[in-house]
């Protein structure tokens, strides 16, 4: 069984940056692609951001392509979203997932999710 721990988030002003974690055991981690989700409330889960298995395919969604940065680090069995100049509307829960082979952008898709971390962006 899979397990996604996540971490990283927290407050911050509008234009900071936080830096989220997500740990991954249970399987083999280099045959699953990674992704990134966030919920605010009344609104539907969203895809955020994607990585492949081996690292080097990244997908954003358009609201932080050039903001955020997914990554991965296969040794430490982690996947990384480096946010950046944030704004009040990416505040929301956060949440890894992973499903195997090739990454997609639609919950649906994914196998296994972590429990979320909170992002909350003042203005």
């Known amino acids: 069984q899979v397990e996604l721990v996540e971490s990283g988030g927290g407050l911050v002003q509008a234009g900071g940056s936080l830096r989220l974690s997500c740990v991954f055991s249970?399987?083999?981690?280099?045959?699953?692609?990674m992704g990134w989700f966030r919920q605010a409330p009344r609104r539907e889960r969203e895809f955020v951001a994607s990585?492949?298995?081996?690292?080097?395919?990244?997908t954003y969604t358009d609201s932080v392509r050039g903001r955020f940065t997914i990554s991965r680090d296969n040794a430490k069995t982690t996947v990384y979203l480096q946010m950046n100049s944030l704004k009040p509307e990416d505040s929301a829960l956060y949440y890894c997932?992973?499903?195997?082979?090739?990454?997609?952008?639609?919950?649906?898709?994914?196998?296994?999710w972590g429990q979320g971390t909170q992002v909350t962006v003042s203005s």
């Open positions: 997932a992973a499903r195997q082979g090739v990454v997609r952008a639609r919950p649906d898709e994914y196998d296994y």
């Open positions: 249970g399987r083999t981690f280099t045959t699953y692609g």
């Open positions: 990585i492949s298995w081996h690292g080097t395919g990244t």
